[in-house]
């Protein structure tokens, strides 16, 4: 489902709020949108809707897409069958890749926006709240009650998805991306050569130790120039909690058992990870140029498939599935799988892990508040929901894309064995991979064994106990302090990790260190995000 790596966690809500102006935008001018009148029952749309019904959506196009010389979601098998189906005609525009965020702020200055905006909406400053007040986009309680019976039965069906799509004062305000099962919530972990091991006769390793033994064999008899590597992008190591959760602290904003929250780089524990990953990279066990960024992963896929490294932290799709494919000609023998969030002691269970939430903040579609069809919108994005729209958004056309067996949907051989397109880019000709819908239990575009057993491994976590809910909701001045304080305090910690792995820095400089995050503003942070957190728990 997903063709590049997005971890939406609590530092990318500061990021992200960190981009966009904090100023209020003026009303906009001109008719004033169309809303439900309450006195109204709710009424079951009948599709397609009536003739003529046109929309304007704002949303990204798929990866995939722009790979295959799509440039438009309206080009694709899938854009016309949902045109077809919904008896809408969506006019769409697509930000270019790398300017999302610079497009929706001008958007957003110039007060003309689509109907339709698809958009992490948690990031906007001051949260959703902020968004509807500031009258860019409209809440949608009154909407989804009048016009939207499909998302509103999935809502009333899960309480704590209806926490997750409301903004503290109780406001809804996006048809949501929804993962339908929760093996769908876990998509990377680290990921290792088991061909090496089985020549080695060694096991997948489970603990800090046995990792040890598994890098330096790798080392020293397979002659790995970087038994270990990872991903360096978006100004960071991409090893997200593997090896630093060992140690009870994260990587990043986390709760504890009782629902405090903590910043993992500000712990104390933290030290002895650092140390952990100082005395590897000292002993070659990691790579020596880890720091060199790799946005695209290239760097990345050439040595986690030439030999120069046998461990990483990888993902499904983007990460063993490609691998398996690149190699499965060139070498029968490669074998990537899965291993679990190491741990100091012999089973423990891992303290936390990469683990997603049912609703994706991410690609979720809000109603502008300058639309003038807010009926037709809230209509077309309900379709998804159906169960109709559901095989459309999840599956593609019936007798095209999958056919049904058993009752279950399967991806046909055009998915799965197309000799012109690999599997993310046929899929997302016929299927919509992210936005406003919700994923079939059933799916599953994995192509190898593989790859499940990854999920249910990396699935084995504490993860969702201690990860921080992405849709917690800073006020506009709490936004505003977040603002000043967020890429200081990113770009010192990544800075020092770097330097403290290296050995640029002495670990006896920690607690220099954890002074310096305090005068960044870190517990102002922390204290922000407790409160954003309690209100959450309140909703």
Same mark, same amino acid.
């Given at each position: 489902m997903v063709n590049k790596k997005k971890l939406y966690s609590a530092t990318s809500i500061i990021i992200g709020t960190a981009m966009l102006a904090a100023g209020c935008v003026s009303e906009p001018q001109g008719e004033k949108p169309s809303a439900p009148d309450k006195s109204q029952a709710q009424s079951v749309a009948s599709y397609p809707l009536k003739a003529g019904s046109t929309l304007t959506s704002w949303q990204t196009l798929n990866n995939n897409l722009s790979s295959v010389n799509i440039q438009n979601l309206v080009d694709t098998s899938f854009g016309? !069958?949902?045109?077809?189906?919904?008896?809408?005609?969506?006019t769409y525009t697509h930000p270019p890749t790398g300017q999302i965020a610079e497009k929706f702020n001008l958007m957003v200055a110039s007060n003309e926006l689509p109907d339709?905006?698809?958009?992490?909406?948690?990031?906007?400053?001051?949260?959703?709240?902020?968004a509807i007040k500031d009258k860019v986009i409209l809440p949608l309680n009154d909407i989804i009650d009048h016009y939207a019976p499909n998302l509103k039965k999935t809502i009333e069906a899960d309480p704590e998805l209806s926490r997750q799509l409301k903004t503290d004062s109780g406001q809804y305000y996006v048809f949501p991306m929804l993962r339908g099962a929760p093996s769908q919530l876990v998509f990377q972990g680290p990921v290792i050569r088991k061909d090496w091991l089985d020549e080695l006769g060694l096991p997948v390793p489970t603990t800090i130790d046995e990792w040890y033994v598994t890098l330096k064999a790798f080392k020293e008899k397979k002659n790995a120039a970087a038994p270990f590597t990872a991903r360096y992008a978006g100004g960071r190591w991409d090893v997200a909690d593997a090896f630093i959760g060992a140690f009870k602290t994260s990587n990043d904003f986390y709760l504890d058992d009782q629902g405090k929250v903590h910043y993992g780089p500000y712990d104390s524990q933290f030290k002895d990870a650092l140390t952990l990953l100082r005395k590897w990279y000292q002993e070659g066990l990691i790579d020596k140029d880890f720091a060199i960024p790799d946005a695209e992963g290239k760097i990345l896929d050439n040595k986690i498939t030439s030999g120069i490294s046998g461990a990483t932290v990888g993902l499904l799709g983007g990460g063993i599935g490609r691998w398996l494919d690149t190699m499965k000609q060139k070498d029968p023998k490669y074998e990537v799988v899965g291993a679990p969030y190491p741990v100091l002691n012999k089973g423990e269970k891992a303290f936390i892990g990469q683990r997603d939430f049912k609703y994706n903040p991410g690609g979720s579609a809000a109603i502008s508040a300058s639309s003038?069809?807010?009926?037709? !919108? !809230?209509?077309?994005?309900?379709?998804a929901y159906s169960e109709e729209g559901k095989m459309l958004f999840n599956y593609g056309i019936e007798g095209e894309s999958y056919k049904m067996e058993n009752g279950v949907p399967k991806f046909t051989d055009l998915i799965l064995k197309n000799e012109k397109f690999n599997v993310q880019q046929i899929l997302s000709q016929y299927t919509k991979q992210s936005g406003p819908y919700l994923t079939d239990k059933n799916r599953n575009t994995n192509t190898y064994k593989q790859q499940d057993n990854a999920a249910q491994v990396w699935s084995d976590t504490e993860a969702a106990k201690h990860s921080l809910p992405k849709f917690i909701s800073p006020t506009p001045e709490e936004s505003a302090q977040l603002a000043k304080i967020a890429t200081d305090l990113s770009s010192y910690k990544e800075e020092m990790f770097v330097k403290f792995i290296m050995g640029k820095e002495s670990l006896d400089n920690f607690e220099k260190y954890q002074?310096?995050?305090?005068? $960044?503003?870190?517990?102002?942070? $922390?204290?922000?995000?407790?409160?954003?957190?309690?209100?959450? $728990?309140?909703?």
């Open positions: 016309k !069958a949902l045109e077809k189906q919904t008896g809408v005609k969506v339709v905006v698809e958009y992490t909406w948690t990031s906007y400053p001051g949260g959703p709240e902020k003038k069809n807010v009926e037709t !919108a !809230a209509r077309w994005l309900d379709y002074k310096q995050l305090n005068a $960044i503003g870190v517990e102002k942070v $922390i204290s922000i995000y407790q409160g954003a957190y309690d209100r959450y $728990i309140k909703r």
